[in-house]
């Protein structure tokens, strides 16, 4: 809900407007603001200013976090180098580092309209033609593999992080995050991370990785196309065949098994209309170059890797530090996530032999 500064947490309304006021071009007060649905790791918000120009703000947590995560301007510089680029994305409008504004540091972009497709319930709501859903499924090959063949020096993002050894740093980054905030014992993890160090592919270039590339973190436009593609706080150089991978877990067909128990909600592709895995790999390759074919490495890395990041949600929210109190059968959701992401991991890394 919209509201004042005791009704938003994670928001002191008169130095966050007085800020606006001075910092966002033409912003002027009084400014509402609404604690948006989604993002469960960074906070975000709509503000609108007193002529109804809708802005965008991102902030961490309340509360502790992991050290290398959260950084607000990171974020912030990461959307600003590949706006000037053909990947699609909220304008940078800017970033406060001042603690004193707000208790954080966040940053501002421009409102982009559109639907943000993070079940099949809503592609069936907003494009019940299945030429709409092809052209999305088109849109999202296409930006990723623009973002792929992006330079990075071009764009201002060659120092961004290293670019060799992708996926033994990741594997170390997220055994650690596993570790730091599990909340219980879950030998699945163990056994996954063990295979996927054992069978580290070379890598083979370096390019752009988006990190948490899915519909549900695009904003999709009347016109059946990508307006944006949200939340880059896990973003980094290396292996980009990463994204890949990821996008294949989340690319099901109709009536297709739901290995990983994703709760209540499907995942947008099973409403049907969509090109397969095997199609879409094969336009991505044509546009790429890249050889797709040992993706199924990358689809076991990511559900290894999507159960830690779940892991360090479920985490926070017993901690209390992201803005709601959470229902017990919410955070069993997360839970049940965790353990069915470890173990279709698993199962692949047992497929390998």
Not at 98 to 106: M, S, Y
Not at 197 to 203: G, L, T
Not at 231 to 238: F, M, V, Y
Request: glycine share 12%; hydrophobic share 40%; with cysteine.
């Amino acid at each position: 809900m919209a509201g004042a500064a005791e009704d938003i947490v994670g928001i002191r309304a008169d130095s966050v407007g007085e800020w606006f006021t001075q910092n966002i071009d033409g912003a002027r007060g009084p400014f509402t603001f609404e604690q948006l649905a989604g993002g469960h790791s960074n906070l975000t918000y709509k503000v609108t200013d007193g002529a109804g120009v809708p802005y965008v703000l991102r902030r961490p947590p309340t509360g502790s976090v992991l050290a290398t995560a959260h950084d607000m301007a990171r974020e912030h510089r990461i959307i600003s180098a590949v706006g000037t680029t053909s990947v699609p994305v909220a304008p940078a409008l800017g970033l406060c580092t001042d603690p004193e504004v707000n208790d954080a540091p966040f940053y501002v972009m421009g409102f982009v309209g559109g639907v943000v497709l993070d079940g099949a319930e809503k592609v069936e709501a907003f494009f019940p033609g299945g030429e709409q859903r092809g052209s999305i499924g088109d849109s999202v090959i296409e930006v990723m593999a623009a973002l792929h063949n992006a330079d990075p020096d071009t764009c201002g993002l060659g120092d961004l992080g290293r670019r060799d050894a992708y996926l033994e740093r990741q594997l170390k980054r997220w055994r650690t995050q596993w570790e730091n905030s599990r909340t219980r014992d879950l030998p699945a993890m163990e056994q996954v991370a063990d295979g996927l160090q054992a069978h580290i592919p070379p890598q083979v270039g370096s390019g752009i990785v988006h990190g948490d590339y899915r519909l549900g973190n695009m904003m999709i436009g009347a016109d059946a196309r990508i307006a944006a593609v949200l939340d880059w706080e896990l973003c980094t150089l290396g292996d980009v065949m990463a994204d890949v991978g990821f996008i294949m877990n989340n690319w099901a067909a109709p009536g297709e098994p739901q290995i990983t128990t994703r709760g209540l909600v499907m995942p947008p592709t099973e409403a049907g209309g969509f090109c397969s895995r095997d199609e879409f790999l094969a336009r991505y390759q044509d546009l790429t170059g890249r050889d797709v074919s040992n993706v199924d490495y990358y689809r076991a890395f990511q559900y290894w890797r999507l159960a830690a990041i779940i892991e360090g949600v479920l985490s926070r929210y017993l901690k209390g530090v992201m803005g709601a109190a959470q229902a017990e059968t919410e955070t069993e959701v997360f839970r049940t996530q965790v353990e069915g992401l470890a173990n279709a991991a698993l199962d692949l890394i047992r497929a390998w032999g």
